[in-house]
Every structure is written in C-alpha cells, then in structure tokens.
C-alpha cells in the first residue's frame, strides 16, 4: 500500500472513532440503562408549568383516574401515564399548542402520536388511537382544543375498554420524539 493509502486509511480510522464518541445509541424500543428515556427522573407529581386541556373530549377532570405506577404487562413494567376512559371513537383533542412531531405504530402503543410542544420543551404522547384525524400529518401545527384523533384500543389495550393513553415527557434540548423524562399528567389534568 503506499504512503498516501496509509495516510488515507489512518483519517478514515480517526473520523470513525470520532463519529462512535458522538453517537448515542437509543430509540424505540431501546431496552439500554434507562428504560428508553434520558435526562433526570422526575418524581409523581413532579411539576408541569404549563396549562393542559383534559385531551378527550367530554371528560371531566372529576372523572380522571390516578393511575400512574399501577403495575402492566403481567408485572414486568409500570403505567407512566394516565389511561382516560371514554367510548371509541371520541375525538381526542391536542392538550396543548404544538407541533405534530412524529406518527407512529407500535406493538404496545398500536396508533400513536407525537407532539411537541410551541416552546419544545414537553412531548405529549397519545396511544391506543382507533384512527387519526382525516388531514393530521407530521409537522402539522396543532391549537389546544383540536381534534387529531379519536379514542381506541389499538396495540395492546383491551378491546372492550377503549381508552387514551395519554403521556408527558419533560425534554431537554436535542432530545427525540421519543426520549424525555416522564412526567405524571394526573395532577395536570385533574388540576390537583
């Protein structure tokens, strides 16, 4: 080989051994240190700043139930979110104004959404979607109040309960759709 095959191959080994230091191996489904999600662990109740529609239509914050850290999956994981009971096909409405950021299938999750808020700082995510509104699509501004989707049980919900899985997810900056530190949304909602 000569100098200048050496010298080339010696960058390329450099640019590879810069590029695995910045590289951050994550995403859906991701079962590394931390159950999927980075930054701090934030407590029950850990405080949400911002004002939260109740994001299904004609459900009370009375009617609300608390039922964050109830055991799922047979014992294996915990509930990071609140399930809020309603009749399929009830339109689940934005929470907050933000943008659509990613939607999604999953095996758990069946028809999901994504969205981020104005100021980037929180995901909300919605699961179990029986279907999405007619003209949502990524990217897609969003005002609180505005129907994106309806309430189901895709995924792994029970069939005869359709419900919204309804999350929230502090995130800092340059996190994806899918990372963030979760928040409860029971004393949000239910404004206790």
Do not use: C
Request: hydrophobic share 40%.
């Amino acid at each position: 080989m000569s100098r200048f095959g050496l010298i080339a191959a010696a960058l390329i080994v450099l640019l590879l051994i810069g590029f695995a230091s910045i590289v951050r191996v994550t995403g859906p489904g991701w079962s590394g240190s931390g159950g999927g999600t980075t930054g701090p662990k934030l407590a029950k109740g850990a405080p949400y700043t911002g004002q939260l529609l109740i994001p299904v239509q004609g459900v009370a914050a009375s009617a609300l139930h608390d039922d964050w850290s109830e055991p799922r999956g047979d014992g294996t994981r915990v509930h990071h979110a609140i399930d809020i009971m309603a009749a399929r096909g009830t339109p689940v409405l934005a929470a907050a104004d933000g943008r659509i950021e990613k939607l999604f299938q999953s095996n758990l999750g069946g028809t999901t959404i994504y969205e981020r808020s104005a100021d980037g700082g929180t995901v909300f995510y919605y699961a179990h979607l029986d279907h999405y509104a007619p003209t949502l699509v990524e990217g897609q501004a969003v005002k609180a109040g505005q129907e994106i989707a309806a309430v189901g049980s895709t995924g792994d919900a029970d069939a005869g309960a359709p419900h919204l899985h309804f999350e929230i997810h502090a995130m800092t900056p340059g996190e994806r759709w899918w990372q963030g530190s979760e928040v409860d949304p029971y004393p949000v909602l239910a404004k206790r």
